[in-house]
């Protein structure tokens, strides 16, 4: 078994070994990983945060031994970069712009440096709001994770991740944390509510904010009202989402 780390600010995790293939995820630097398959100029990767699995070109990432993996995953506290857009100083004197969002547990790995702010340990639930509202205006990106593209999952991943709280990739693998709320009124800010389409199949996730708000993505991080239908747009007046299910997870 092979084991690597994200050395860049960002790298596709595509469905196929192929450029031209879709986006399905994306790494964020410090990331570290398993490599289950290895081709020429692709690796077939699963994640050490959530278990996503994709594939990266070899030329973006870095090899690191089984040790260090292991080191990653038993590490207490992970340091994550808080940083709306921060920069790392690499070995030669170039500094690399990161984002919010990104692991920055052993720069000094990579023989790079970070004097940027770090967050760590669990947050009050108050305080995945104030991340929330960070992402405003984000605009949608599918498999994207950061302030410059991201999507519904996503969103709510990297706000519960900086938090210091992990939450599965996809709508539909998240919908199945936490503990599902009877009524819409039960809710609090930080609760997530998740949307199916007309087939029943969850595809759609946001946070709950007070007053029947929700923060979520719909062509861009916007803040919507929500009641026991769903997602209202005042804007265009229609329910974009159909609710599903409201879940507790912390």
Same mark, same amino acid.
């Given at each position: =078994?092979?084991?690597?780390?994200? &050395?860049?600010?960002?790298? &596709? ?9 879709? =986006?399905?995820?994306? !790494?964020?630097?410090?990331?570290? $990983?398993? @490599? ?15 278990? $996503? *699995? ?10 690191? +031994?089984? &040790?260090?993996?292991? *080191? ?21 004197? =170039? /500094?690399?712009?990161? /984002? ?9 790995? /990579?023989?790079? +440096?970070?004097?940027?702010? @770090?967050?760590?340990?669990?947050? &009050? ?8 509202? /960070?992402?405003?205006?984000?605009? %949608? ?13 996503? $969103? ?18 998240? +919908? ?8 819409? *009124?039960? +809710? ?6 998740? %949307?199916?389409?007309?087939?029943? @199949? ?29 997602? $209202?747009?005042?804007? *265009? ?5 159909? !609710?599903?299910?409201?879940?507790? @997870?912390?």
């Amino acid at each position: =078994m092979q084991y690597g780390i994200c &050395p860049l600010s960002i790298v &596709p995790i595509r469905t196929n070994p192929d450029d031209c293939a879709e =986006m399905s995820s994306q !790494l964020l630097y410090g990331e570290h $990983f398993k @490599v289950l398959e290895s081709r020429k100029k692709w690796s077939r990767i699963r994640t050490a945060y959530d278990k $996503f *699995e994709g594939w990266i070109a070899n030329n973006q990432l870095t090899f690191i +031994s089984e &040790p260090i993996y292991h *080191e990653l995953e038993t590490l207490e506290t992970q340091k994550i970069c808080a940083d709306l857009i921060s920069h790392i100083c690499t070995h030669d004197g =170039m /500094l690399l712009p990161i /984002l919010m969002g990104s692991m920055v547990n052993a720069p000094a790995l /990579l023989e790079h +440096s970070f004097e940027g702010n @770090v967050c760590h340990g669990h947050k &009050p639930k108050e305080s995945l709001i104030n991340t929330a509202i /960070l992402y405003l205006k984000a605009p %949608f990106l599918a498999g994207g994770k950061t302030p410059f593209g991201i999507d519904c999952s996503g $969103f709510t991943q990297m706000v519960y991740k900086i938090n210091g709280y992990v939450l599965a990739r996809t709508a539909m693998e998240q +919908s199945k944390q936490g503990e599902a709320l009877s009524f819409i *009124e039960e +809710s609090e800010p930080g609760d997530l509510a998740f %949307f199916d389409d007309n087939e029943g @199949v969850i595809d759609h996730v946001g946070i709950i904010l007070q007053d029947n708000h929700i923060i979520h993505v719909n062509g861009h991080v916007r803040i919507d009202r929500i009641d026991h239908t769903g997602i $209202f747009n005042t804007e *265009e007046k229609l329910y974009t989402h159909q !609710l599903r299910v409201i879940k507790k @997870v912390i």
